[in-house]
């Protein structure tokens, strides 16, 4: 069983920037994409970033340019910069990881939240 532990959310001002990390326990298959999820108030669960075990990014479009997502496949671990941040990031940020293959295998932290102020 895999478990995902998220930290560094909080409260931050606008512009300010944070970083969130997200470790990945148990046994975990090596073809894996993890990612970075985030839940506003009132609204569904949207990818924010992913990124294969192979290096492969994917980005919403509204935090391109100022979110870099990283990782560290030895220690099965996710990274999240957040610069420039804006109000409207404000959300529970989940980590997630999926193994590429089937039956694909899919696993949720337990959410991390971020609150940015005007």
């Known amino acids: 069983q895999v478990q995902l532990v998220e930290s560094g959310g909080g409260l931050v001002q606008a512009g300010e920037s944070l970083a969130l990390s997200c470790v990945a326990s148990?046994?975990?298959?090596?073809?894996?994409?993890m990612a970075w999820y985030r839940q506003a108030p009132g609204k569904q669960r949207q990818l924010v970033a992913s990124?294969?075990?192979?290096?492969?990014?994917n980005y919403a479009d509204s935090v391109k340019g100022r979110f870099t997502i990283s990782r560290d496949n030895a220690k099965n671990s996710v990274f999240l910069q957040m610069n420039s941040l804006k109000p409207e990031d404000t959300g529970v940020y989940y980590c997630f990881a999926r193994v590429n293959y089937f039956p694909y295998n899919s696993y949720w932290g337990q959410g991390t939240q971020l609150t940015v102020s005007a």
């Open positions: 990124m294969t075990n192979g290096g492969t990014t």
């Open positions: 148990g046994t975990f298959a090596r073809s894996n994409t």
